[in-house]
């Protein structure tokens, strides 16, 4: 339903066509890959962004397929394909409003068990019915509501309602939103803007080229292009080489030469949540009185200031990556061994002086 192709007035040249058709079969299998590529994120603590992206990003790329198929006249050899595409676009709006509020510190949303996709399942629900029987009552009943033209006006008020609940919730919450995350949102807010200005003129109008609603699509596929490159270009950087350039409280540590750091570092003993000295003392083999003594002597701190200041950078690491388009905060806090969202902030600001949605900010 986001693009529709009406009867054209005039005949585009054929290498433009041909042009977009291709750029838009690539923005598909783009889509896709990215689809898979955040399913495969099993960590619970990856929870609240993955699938959400993984659907949207399906979502997208069955939009643009379904723009192809009927641009390039196929359409119709495909039974049911574009009532299905017009049904599952319901999930854009909802899965945006989604995305944002998974990125708050501590919320935690499946997006498939979510009330938010109840319009996406009722209109699937429908559509399905009425393509598996088109000559019964119910059948033809669904077929005549999802049909209706009234039924772009109430998309097109569905998506407009999640965008204004979006961004109260961006303002609520005064979120720091990442360049990606401008990018998702932003992107596909503005594509939804252009979509409706030219429905609207060639409603009330004239009817506009095949190839305006296809280049439609193709910003689609323009912004997932370039949110795949970024992905994939983006390393994570092992704690044990940021050690070697960052600090631990006041002191300068070097992997190098000392044993201890790089011990921990290696084995990633601070990700245990329960870790106290005792227990680091038996993974090093070390006595609990040395271990102690050489903390306090070498970084000038006691045993969990020392411990939580590795925490914090790896998840400073993790935001200098961009890991938290994957993860919330609060995942990234807990995967480093924070236990509490309240100790990792009083961790945070203690070692960088400000909050971490503030750092990310200055990081920018």
């Known amino acids: 339903m986001i693009v529709r192709l009406e009867s054209t007035v ?48 399906f979502v997208l790329g069955i939009v643009i397929l379904n723009t192809i198929l009927n641009f390039s006249n196929y359409g119709h050899q495909l039974y049911g394909f574009e009532p299905l595409s017009n049904a599952v676009s319901y999930a854009i709006a909802p899965l945006l409003f989604l995305y944002i509020k998974s990125l708050s510190f501590s919320k935690k949303i499946l997006p498939l068990t979510s009330s938010h996709l109840v319009f996406f399942y009722v209109m699937t629900i429908l559509t399905i019915i009425g393509l598996v029987f088109p000559s019964s009552s119910m059948g033809v009943w669904s077929q005549s509501l999802v049909q209706h033209p009234w039924s772009k006006v109430a998309w097109n008020l569905h998506f407009l309602g999640y965008l204004v609940a979006l961004f109260y919730e961006i303002r609520k919450t005064d979120k720091q939103l990442t360049w990606t995350s401008v990018i998702i949102v932003g ?25 305006v609603h296809l280049n439609i699509t193709l910003l689609f596929s323009m912004m997932t292009l370039y949110l795949f490159y970024k992905k994939i270009g983006i390393g994570v950087e092992p704690l ?22 790089q011990a921990i570092c290696e084995h990633k003993y601070y990700a245990n949540p329960d870790l ?49 388009q994957s993860y919330t905060i609060m995942g990234l806090a807990q995967k480093a061994g924070f236990k509490s969202a309240s100790a990792f902030y009083a961790a945070f600001k203690k070692e960088k002086g400000t909050t971490p949605s503030a750092y990310l900010k200055q990081s920018a």
């Not at 050690?243 to 201890?260: C, E, L, Q, Y």
Request: one cysteine or more; charged letters at 15%; a positive charge.
């Open 276 to 324: 106290d000295i005792r227990t680091l003392s038996r993974q090093l083999q070390l006595p609990y009185h040395e271990l102690s003594s050489y903390i306090n002597q070498h970084f000038g701190q006691n045993f969990n200031t020392f411990i939580n200041a590795l925490r914090i950078q790896e998840v400073v690491s993790a935001l200098e990556t961009q890991q938290h």
């Open 10 to 57: 005039a005949v585009e040249p054929t290498i433009i066509k041909d042009i977009s058709v291709l750029l838009n079969a690539v923005g598909v299998g783009n889509c896709f890959l990215l689809s898979y590529t955040y399913l495969l994120k099993k960590d619970p603590k990856a929870l609240p962004v993955s699938p959400i992206l993984s659907l949207l990003f």
């Open 240 to 261: 044990s080489k940021i050690a070697r350039r960052k600090t631990v409280g006041s002191t300068v540590v070097s992997t190098n030469t000392d044993p201890i750091i």
């Open 187 to 211: 992107g596909t807010s503005s594509i939804w803007f252009l979509n409706l200005f030219f429905y609207l003129y060639r409603t009330w109008i004239e009817p506009l080229p095949d190839v």
